[in-house]
Structures are given as C-alpha cells and as structure tokens.
C-alpha cells in the first residue's frame, strides 16, 4: 500500500537534546512537507521541499533543520534552540504544483519535558 | 498573502442534523481551495477540492462545498451528521503553482446523540 509513514508516533525527551523524526513516501510525490500543530493553532509550514537536496523554510522554521537526500525521505531535526518543542509534527507529500492535494502522514507526538 | 479564516472554533450539533462550517479566504491571486478532516491523534485526510469548474464540489462521506468567488468563501455542508463525523475541520488555499498550503485554525464538529 502507498503511503506516509512516521516514527515513532509518541516521542519523549529532556530538554536541550536534538531530535530527528522521520518521514517517509512512497507516493514517487516530489514534494514534501513538515508542519508543526498545536491545539487552536492549525497548522503552520516549518519546512518543504520539492526536489531532491533542495529546500525551504516555512513560516516557522528557527529551531529546526531538515534534510533530503532521497526522494522517498524527509527527516526533521528538533534542535535545542527550539524554544517550545512540544507540538504534533505532521509530514505531507505531494506531486508538484498547488493543485495537487497533500497527503499526510499519521503524526509523531513530540514531548519534551 | 493568502489567508484562511475559519469563522467557527467549535461547532456542537445534534445527530442527523445538517450543519455547515465556514471559511474564508483572502488572496489577491486565483486559488485552489482545500477541506481536510483529522480525527483524534491522527493525520489530516482530504475531504474534497475545489480547482476550477463547478462552484458546488462533492466530497467523501456525504460532504459537499460551495465555492463563492465575489465572497471569498469555501463553505463546508452536510445535510444529515453522525456521530461519526465528530472530528476536527480543516479549511486551505493554495495560490495558482505556489507549493505553500495556508490553513485555518480548525473547526471542532462534535455530534451529540
């Protein structure tokens, strides 16, 4: 089955350590996405990309880094400058252009304590 | 800069009641208008597109959308809800081949027997 994928769903750390989640596609979608949700707040864009060893930082981006060095793969990095990392963090995917829709990945549960 | 509006926080109805969630958008170029739902702890899944066409879109499990373009609305329907369909709603615009999906903050259906 063709999908998202995400892991680990529930995600535990202390605070001032790094953190990589992963996502993964295999849509053979060009595009990818990770968006940061917190309760009333929607979702906002924290990176994309949309070729392979190329990317962009989205409206909230300070505190994260991000990779992609295949097209089915998309990590993002927590870093410890992020100053309130706790959220739901979700990876999407799509073919190229604004009239595709995304799809999502099931979510990773981020807590930092 | 494209924005979505989401003019309903919550929205509580009784089963087998119609109901109908707002949005609205601002954008000052064509755009390709979005409606996704999330259940609990989940990712987002695409209830139904507008591109171009039809103003009245069809989506999966009895949703449908009217796309009015002279008042910058999306507005999401359903003539008859379960309580299955409590969940969270959310509305997005994307603008002409632009990557970037703006969300509202999300509307809280929540069906009572």
């Known amino acids: 089955d063709g999908g998202i994928t995400q892991s680990p769903k529930y995600l535990f750390r202390k605070e001032g350590q790094n953190v990589t989640l992963s996502c993964e596609q295999n849509l053979n979608h060009d595009a990818m996405y990770w968006y940061r949700q917190d309760p009333g707040q929607g979702l906002r864009l924290i990176y994309y990309?949309?070729?392979?060893?190329?990317?962009q930082k989205g409206d909230i981006a300070e505190g994260y880094s991000v990779s992609r060095e295949k097209k089915e793969s998309f990590p993002l990095t927590v870093t410890s400058a992020q100053k309130n990392p706790t959220a739901f963090y979700l990876c999407?995917?799509?073919?190229?252009?604004?009239?595709?829709?995304?799809?999502f990945g099931p979510g990773t549960r981020l807590t930092v304590t | 800069a494209q924005s979505v509006t989401q003019l309903d926080s919550q929205v509580p109805v009784f089963e087998e009641a119609p109901v109908e969630l707002r949005c609205n958008y601002s954008s000052s170029v064509s755009v390709y208008l979005f409606w996704y739902v999330q259940y609990p702890n989940q990712g987002l899944q695409l209830l139904l597109k507008?591109?171009?066409?039809?103003?009245l879109v069809k989506g999966i499990n009895g949703f449908e959308a009217e796309f009015n373009k002279s008042q910058t609305s999306f507005h999401l329907r359903k003539p008859s809800v379960h309580i299955s369909d409590t969940a969270e709603y959310f509305c997005a615009v994307s603008e002409g081949s632009n990557y970037k999906l703006t969300f509202g903050k999300g509307t809280l259906l929540t069906v009572n027997p």
């Open positions: 507008y591109l171009s066409g039809s103003t």
């Open positions: 990309s949309q070729i392979v060893n190329d990317f």
């Open positions: 999407a995917s799509s073919f190229s252009g604004g009239s595709y829709e995304q799809y």
